[in-house]
Nanobody
Framework: QLQLMESGGGLVQPGGSLRLSCTASDFTLDYYAIAWFRQTPGKEREGVSYIGRFDGTRNYADSVKGRFTISRDSAKNTVYLQMNALKPEDGGHYYC?????????????????????WGKGTLVTVSS
């Protein structure tokens, strides 16, 4: 089973920044749309952002637009999620996932079923 690996989570104060990384050792991320999902206790996992295949379309949840940026580094086989101006409600377990998304699909419309491979998640805590 191919797997992704997330890193970069941690504890940060409100207003601070974190950069999450998603990489894979067994396959090339460029061939897939890569998405970030977030899950908090008692809530369903929700899409945060995705980047289309070969550094294509970028899409963001309304709650993170203007604060989060998703990008690829093909040479490092890594996708990043730069998170700025963090709020307590941004906290949760962040998962990256790889799949094939239609180019007109929004982050809000993404579901777990759209993605084929997942990481185990990294925890982000935003608190003073």
């Amino acid at each position: 089973q191919l797997q992704l690996m997330e890193s970069g989570g941690g504890l940060v104060q409100p207003g601070g920044s974190l950069r999450l990384s998603c990489t894979a050792s067994d396959f090339t991320l460029d061939y897939y749309a890569i998405a970030w999902f977030r899950q908090t206790p008692g809530k369903e996992r929700e899409g945060v952002s995705y980047i289309g295949r070969f550094d294509g379309t970028r899409n963001y949840a309304d709650s993170v637009k203007g604060r989060f940026t998703i990008s690829r580094d093909s040479a490092k086989n890594t996708v990043y999620l730069q998170m700025n101006a963090l709020k307590p409600e941004d906290g949760g377990h962040y998962y990256c996932a790889a799949g094939f998304l239609p180019p007109d699909k929004t982050t809000a419309e993404m579901t777990d079923d759209d993605m084929s491979y997942w990481g185990k998640g990294t925890l982000v805590t935003v608190s003073s």
